[in-house]
């Protein structure tokens, strides 16, 4: 897994997909723009958005989605500040809102402090959504514990630490909505990813029963499991792997970050309201 490079192409190659589908969910008017008068009658409504690792792949795709329908986005990055920015600039140049938060997810304090900020600047976070997340694959008993922590910290600890500092705003605010980026890996397990596995089933559990304890007060939680999709992730999985996946798949090919992002977004969206402890399969139908 490398760190990418954030391509304005590429960029401009997630407009459509998210935008459209929004239009077509919410009943809205066809739009073939992202402009500031989209943004005004937007269903997201100048709420804050939290999106982890939201620099590259599937969180940008979502951060966009997210400006898109009206949200104020605040991009968590680590590493990937100049695909950071890039995605901030496009999100501003098409009209909408965006601010960059540094911070390590795995890191309890630096986060926690991350999130207060965003809070302190913007706003209670309305929208969260614990996207970040790494792989260390390796066969159980060639695993090292190192690889093990690593995957958990990043990939589950870590959404304890956010959600814990950002719940009470939502909970004050009577509105919340939480998506939780699990697995395909986290439902059916997979070869070499025990660690990866864990921390993904742990998620759509911790979804559940959050869900249970905040269903009252008007946050939604949810989590949303994507199959094979195309970011740097997948990026070294040898071609034959990927042919023998796809043919496995029944709509016959990887995902994209943005099919991906259309499910958030709608989870996020107040249409979502009576949907909650769920977990959206965006797989292709590879696994059902
Ligand atoms: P990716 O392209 O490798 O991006 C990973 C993102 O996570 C990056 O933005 C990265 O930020 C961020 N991240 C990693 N460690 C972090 C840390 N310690 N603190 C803050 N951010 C951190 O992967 P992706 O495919 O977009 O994956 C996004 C989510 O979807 C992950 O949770 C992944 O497990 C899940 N998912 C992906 C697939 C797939 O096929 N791609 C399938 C199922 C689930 P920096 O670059 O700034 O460090």
């Known amino acids: ?33 992202f402009t500031k008068r989209n943004i005004m009658s937007a269903i997201l409504e100048n709420k804050v958005c939290l999106v982890t690792g939201a620099g590259r792949g599937i969180g940008r795709a979502i951060a966009i989605a997210l400006a898109q329908a009206g949200g104020h986005v605040a991009i968590n990055y680590n590493r990937s500040e100049a695909e950071a920015n890039a995605v901030k600039t496009f999100i501003e140049g098409a009209g909408g809102k965006a601010t960059l ?8 304090f630096n986060i926690r402090g991350v999130v207060e900020k965003i809070s302190g600047d913007l706003g209670p976070i309305a929208v969260l959504i614990n996207n ?22 990043v990939n ?59 269903a009252r007060k008007g946050v939604t939680v949810n989590a949303v499991a994507p199959g094979f999709i195309e970011t740097d992730m997948t990026r070294d999985i ?4 990927i042919d023998y996946v796809n043919s496995l798949t029944p709509a016959g090919r990887m995902g994209t970050a943005e099919e991906v992002a259309s499910a958030v977004a709608f989870l996020a969206s107040p249409a979502a309201s009576y949907i909650t402890g769920q977990v959206i399969s965006v797989n292709g139908g590879l696994y059902m």
């Open 238 to 241: 040898p071609q034959k792997v």
């Open 132 to 153: 970040a997340g790494i792989t260390r694959d390796k066969s159980f008993l060639k695993m090292t514990k190192e690889q093990w922590d690593e995957v958990i910290d």
């Open 101 to 108: 938060y540094q911070g390590n997810v795995s890191d309890s």
């Open 156 to 214: 589950l600890s870590s959404t304890f630490d956010v959600t814990q500092a950002a719940l009470p705003g939502m909970l004050d605010a009577g509105w919340g909505r939480i998506v939780n980026i699990s697995s395909i890996v986290g439902l059916k397990g997979n070869f070499g990813q025990t660690n990866y596995s864990a921390s993904k089933g742990g998620l759509i559990s911790f979804t559940k029963s959050l869900a249970i304890e905040t």
């Open 1 to 33: 897994m490398g760190s990418g490079h954030a391509r304005v192409d590429d960029i401009y190659g997630t407009w459509s997909g998210p935008i459209k589908q929004l239009c077509l969910t919410f009943g809205g008017a066809p739009v073939q723009s």
